[in-house]
T-cell receptor, first 113, second 115 residues
Framework: GQQLNQSPQSMFIQEGEDVSMNCTSSSIFNTWLWYKQDPGEGPVLLIA?????ELTSNGRLTAQFGITRKDSFLNISASIPSDVGIYFCAAMNYGGSQGNLIFGKGTKLSVKP | EAGVAQSPRYKIIEKRQSVAFWCNPI?????LYWYQQILGQGPKLLIQFQNNGVVDDSQLPKDRFSAERLKGVDSTLKIQPAKLEDSAVYLC?????????????FGSGTRLTVV
């Protein structure tokens, strides 16, 4: 079945450092998304990407939809302690009604003050 | 705007028992999803409803799992009988179905432990 390969699995960084994580698939998708999940909560959408090659920012977060439509990356600049959490990439092919999201296994981010 | 409400937050049951989870989506959202998130994994879709009809239940283990959304609003997911491997967080999500993925919202989930 379709699956997303997300890396790295975990990251330990110093406050102020930049972070980069990516997601690849052997399948083509028309939408890529990045979520953050805090302990005991559901995933919260950070950025949605709808066009191949699209580069979108949300504050210190920047994400890109790969040209091949098979990959995406997320960058976080100048990390702060509240960036701690698990980041998931997700992808879908939605048509008339929104389809289901396929998720990667997540990148656990730890930030040392 | 109220979010997606789920209950209970936690449930511990013995294997072979049955359990039910409840979800109330964001008001006006036509589409409702149930996801299963096993520890260390991303969420996996179990079932998608559009109003009170099932759109996709291809990954629902139908021998033990069932879900309904009778009036097209809130929904229940049931497991009967539960197995140890059903231990997971069960997330409900809802969306308007109009293509605005910013409105595709997850609840906080129900953490199920089967012992």
């Amino acid at each position: 079945g379709q699956q997303l390969n997300q890396s790295p699995q975990s990251m330990f960084i110093q406050e102020g450092e930049d972070v980069s994580m990516n997601c690849t698939s052997s399948s083509i998708f028309n939408t890529w998304l990045w979520y953050k999940q805090d302990p005991g909560e559901g995933p919260v959408l950070l950025i949605a990407l709808y066009k191949a090659g699209e580069l979108t920012s949300n504050g210190r977060l920047t994400a890109q939809f790969g040209i091949t439509r098979k990959d995406s990356f997320l960058n976080i600049s100048a990390s702060i302690p509240s960036d701690v959490g698990i980041y998931f990439c997700a992808a879908m092919n939605y048509g008339g009604s929104q389809g289901n999201l396929i998720f990667g296994k997540g990148t656990k981010l730890s930030v040392k003050p | 705007e109220a979010g997606v409400a789920q209950s209970p937050r936690y449930k511990i049951i013995e294997k072979r028992q049955s359990v039910a989870f409840w979800c109330n989506p964001i008001s006006g959202h036509a589409t409702l999803y149930w996801y299963q998130q096993i520890l260390g994994q991303g969420p996996k879709l179990l079932i998608q409803f559009q109003n009170n009809g099932v759109v996709d239940d291809s990954q629902l283990p139908k021998d033990r799992f069932s879900a309904e959304r009778l009036k097209g609003v809130d929904s229940t997911l049931k497991i009967q009988p539960a197995k140890l491997e059903d231990s997971a967080v069960y997330l409900c999500a809802s969306s308007s179905g109009t293509g605005d993925l910013n409105g595709y919202t997850f609840g906080s989930g129900t953490r199920l432990t089967v012992v």
